[in-house]
């Protein structure tokens, strides 16, 4: 697979679908998705879920509206540690080695590690 040099919906898609295996496959990360959306990601469960990563992050580096609600509440529901942040902030920035030309993911890496910091400090992790 040849990487994106621009940030698109299309290659935000892209993103969420590699990344997002590899969180299920986790033992540290897959405990809480499996909780709120089961294990078999071709579910329709799944599929919501991924759209609607896919618009959260459309909306963080595209402006775009598709996205609606909280991105924090959600999480109060769950029992996270700091090492599963830790993980997910690791898997989420080899996955973006794997989809962006390095200066178009560094984005995403600065901001999902902004976004971890803030989650973190209002779960109180």
Not at 3 to 30: H, Q
Not at 39 to 54: A, F, G, M, R
Not at 56 to 79: K, Q, R, T, V
């Amino acid at each position: 697979m040849s990487r994106y040099n621009s940030i698109t919906k299309e290659s935000i898609r892209a993103m969420v679908d590699t990344f997002y295996p590899t969180i299920l496959a986790d033992p540290i990360t897959a405990p809480p998705f499996i909780e709120k959306v089961g294990s078999d990601i071709n579910s329709p469960q799944w599929q919501k879920h991924l759209e609607l990563l896919t618009n959260f992050w459309a909306m963080s580096a595209l402006g775009d509206l598709s996205y609606s609600g909280s991105p924090l509440a959600p999480h109060f529901s769950l029992n996270l540690t700091k090492v599963q942040f830790d993980r997910w902030l690791e898997l989420f920035a080899k996955a973006i080695d794997r989809v962006y030309e390095p200066e178009v993911g560094e984005f995403f890496k600065q901001r999902s590690q902004n976004i971890a910091r803030n989650f973190m400090i209002n779960l109180g992790i």
